[in-house]
């Protein structure tokens, strides 16, 4: 027997920015729910009370007994699925979803779901751009800025044309029932080794992202974003020369000002010169983006107009300010190997001139895929924070290296190193928790040094 809405008992689990857009929701439903979370001393549990007086808020272990009296668990990204509860509550037969899931059954535009280890919040951001300014209602979130189910309040979900959604790992792991119009993986590398048994489990979830997929758009150079299942419809993006009706990279001139072109089928859309964001792996996110709207009947050659006045995001291989003919870049956002790996492929230049700021909590990674690239194109790195040793010891024998335990020691000792023609790049490899807030009060803190040193300071 299917149970009417109003009838199931439900279960929020995590009270983070997800779990209360996803208490909301239920509210504005007028569906039954309680609420539960983890920490003991939650700072706004009298808050959480006023504002949802009707549920029951439970706080500390969580318990799977207590589970099994419901009918649906609602389930926050940062609880992992492998709670000993959440399991019990599974072996039970109660129903486990996330706010994801719940945002899939309750709408019907088309969604443009992408994930990957990194580049994700810049690629959702030019799509969403590229469909605004060929004038659709797009409307962006997920696990960047807007919690989905917020995106649905005041008639949302009858107005937007589209919904474009950055999704991480954790998301994908409680939704079946997205059925995007194009979704991505855009990249593939070690992340959150310490919630998953290993690549290969967090690859499977990233995966998720295709299920019901209309097209899916996979990275070329990447075997492990190509779908395991099979699509309808498959497009895909490389830095090498492209084959077929994919987009590529095809080296040539611009005006005099040698860079590459990314071209579809043998049409030139845009130089490399054109575009306000530096690297190839800026590229790369561009193709992605590019893909992706034409699903919706954007073409690439007009979407191009959007990637000439895209400045990048904050956080994101961000340009700082030059000093005495140093450049400096903020690349906070490298919260892994992969993303560090991208943001010194896209700075390098021969001979090496990278001097390298990285450090903080590794969560299990390993560290020796930098070895190549920093042999390549880093002069020396200033390694701080939590796993800075770990760091020193795995790149000691291909660049200069020091160890130190905050930001502000490392980028002292870089000050004294770093000469014209250099460039000096925050891009952690690692979470920034051990010592910050978030990686966002992380790369702040990296501007307001360099701050000083653009003011004389």
């Not at 779990?19 to 929701?25: K, M, N, Q, Y």
């Not at 969604?111 to 280890?117: E, Y």
């Not at 080296?251 to 845009?270: C, D, F, S, T, Y």
Request: glycine letters at 10%; charged letters at 20%; one cysteine or more.
């Amino acid at each position: 027997m299917t149970l009417a809405q109003k009838d199931i008992k439900r279960m929020i689990v995590g009270l983070g920015v997800s779990g209360s857009a996803t208490a909301r929701f239920c509210q504005r439903m007028g569906w039954n729910f309680d609420l539960c979370d983890s920490r003991e001393g939650l700072a706004n549990a009298d808050a959480i009370r006023q504002q949802f007086p009707d549920a029951r808020l439970t706080l500390g272990p969580l318990d799977g007994e207590l589970f099994c009296n419901y009918h649906q668990l609602i389930v926050s990204p940062g609880v992992a699925l492998a709670e000993p509860a959440i399991q019990h509550a599974l072996g039970n037969q109660v129903e486990v979803v996330g706010d994801v899931e719940l945002f899939a059954r309750g709408i019907l535009a088309p969604v443009v779901a992408i994930t990957g280890s990194n580049g994700k919040s810049t690629v959702t951001t030019l799509v969403r751009d590229m469909l605004v300014d060929a004038g659709l209602r797009a409307e962006m979130g997920g696990n960047i800025g807007v919690p989905v189910l917020d995106l649905l309040e005041d008639g949302a979900a009858d107005e937007a044309d589209v919904f474009v959604l950055e999704l991480s790992s954790f998301q994908l792991e409680t939704t079946t029932s997205l059925k995007p119009r194009a979704a991505t993986i855009l990249n593939i590398s070690e992340d959150h080794m310490d919630r998953y048994k290993g690549l290969a489990d967090y690859c499977l979830a990233k995966q998720r992202v295709y299920r019901g997929a209309h097209v899916a758009v996979v990275n070329r150079d990447d075997d492990l974003t190509l779908p395991e299942d099979e699509i309808s419809a498959e497009t895909g993006f490389t830095l090498g020369e492209p084959q077929s009706d994919d987009f590529g990279l095809q080296a040539g001139e611009l005006n005099g000002v040698a860079g590459e072109w990314i071209v579809r089928a043998g049409l030139k859309l845009i130089h490399s010169s054109e575009m306000k964001v530096r690297g190839r792996h800026n590229l790369a996110n561009a193709m992605a983006a590019l893909a992706l709207v034409e699903t919706l009947g954007v073409s690439p050659a007009k979407a191009c107009q959007t990637l000439k006045s895209f400045g990048g995001l904050e956080h994101r291989c961000q340009w700082v300010g030059d000093a005495e003919g140093i450049g400096y870049f903020n690349d906070s956002k490298g919260t892994n190997v992969g993303a560090t790996l991208a943001a010194i492929d896209g700075l390098a230049q021969t001979p090496a001139n990278i001097w390298l700021l990285a450090g903080g909590e590794g969560k299990g990674q390993d560290f020796s895929p930098l070895q190549d690239a920093c042999s390549a194109a880093v002069k020396g790195v200033a390694c701080f924070g939590k796993d800075a040793p770990r760091l020193q010891q795995t790149l000691a024998d291909v660049a200069k290296t020091a160890s130190f335990e905050t930001m502000d020691q490392a980028f002292a000792w870089v000050q004294q190193h770093a000469e014209s023609g250099d460039i000096v790049l925050l891009s952690p490899a690692c979470a920034s928790l051990d010592q910050f807030r978030n990686y966002h009060v992380r790369g702040e803190h990296f501007c307001s040094l360099v701050g000083e040193v653009l003011n004389g300071g």
